[in-house]
């Protein structure tokens, strides 16, 4: 008899809701946030993250739960109770200590855990340490239910590959690794999504290897980012266009082209200190990973120490000096403002005594205010100012006028090495 299958996806943020969307069209999907006000946007075809287009969305809405393919949106726990595949997709962030915060993946296990029953599967998506789905997740689960692991239940390990902001890389276009609690397990887990997944899956022998591929993918990137973030701090002191070099490198058919820049968001700036957290607890102390974790998160104050170089040398007055900042987000085109490195540059330049103006027509005001302690605008004031800084690069900046708002003497720092070589400064 051909099992009837319905999901549950837990937490319907960046990378819950592009994936309960896309099960939606050919599974019956309960789509479950905490956040009353999210679940009542998306009832009305409203996401506010923009990863998801209202018609789209709109498209797999249904109004009541039933075993017909379709998303049905809530945060009423009894909702999850006919499900047999549970998907948690909940964010897995680090304190201000840098050490990983699994208070969200706790609390979704429990969740999941009061209303698992003989047979179903739950799979994991959030970004973690390997182990950490059967070392924290499954005592979890086997207690809320009283239902015993690889027996009663079973559980998958799936890691997200969303990229916020990413129209042409979405979700179905992007391969899968995939991984199961038992061979068996691994195999219905790897198909489950290979139905929806055009890009393909990659069944990953063990749920730990499914979790280590993740947290290294990101990893990777982040000490590819900050050895060119060195590179360009280097080729400052010696007066040498750092893009240019990049240029010229990379028509080498084996050079990788990173660039460097604020290195924020919820993966790369996160996921290598999971890894360093569990490597320390086995008792090794990871030097290559920390180091560069060091190099990206030193470059806010590196930005704003160089801005203040430039007014020095152009005879600027310090104090009281107006800044406009282009980009508050973690990267261009995007609302995402989770773990975003523009709040150091900003912070840092307050403290010399300027005053800072923040300009980003993507991101929400209130959740910048409410996150960051910071004021945005989303139109420009109608000012002259004595720096401006691009920190992101929003297709809006690259058409602005910036002779019309720059005073004499003015100076522009190019996070992104987007603009004209004109610029005063850039990386």
Known sequence: MKETIKIAVIGLGYVGLPLARLFATKYS???????????????????????????????????????????????????????NYYIVTVPTPVDKNNKPNLIPLIKSSETVGSVLKKGNVVIYESTVYPGATEEVCVPILERASELTFNKDFFVGYSPERINPGDKEHTVDKILKVTSGSTKKIGEKVNNLYASVISAGTHL????????????????????????????????????????????????KWNFLKFQPGLVGGHCIGVDPYYLAQKAQEVGYHPEIILAGRRMNDSMGQYVASEVIKLFVKNDIEIKNAQILVLGITFKENCPDVRNTKVVDVVKQLEDFGTNVTVFD????PNEVQQEYQIKTVQKIPKKTYDGIVLAVAHQEFLQINFDSYLSKNGVIYDVKGVLPCKVNGKL
């Open 29 to 83: 999907v309960i789509g479950y946030d905490i956040n009353q006000k999210r679940v009542t946007e998306l009832k009305k075809g409203l996401d506010v993250t923009l990863e998801v287009n209202s018609k789209t969305l709109s498209e797999v809405l249904v109004d009541v739960s039933s075993t017909n393919k379709g998303l049905y949106c809530t945060n009423n726990i009894s909702d999850l109770t006919n499900c």
């Open 204 to 251: 990953a022998p063990s749920i730990k290897v499914a979790e280590a591929a993740k947290v290294i993918e990101n990893s990777q990137r982040d000490i590819n980012i900050a050895f060119v973030n060195e590179l360009a701090k280097i080729f400052n002191l010696l007066n040498i266009d750092t893009q240019a070099v990049l240029e010229a490198a990379s028509t």
């Open 361 to 364: 027509p993507w991101a929400n």
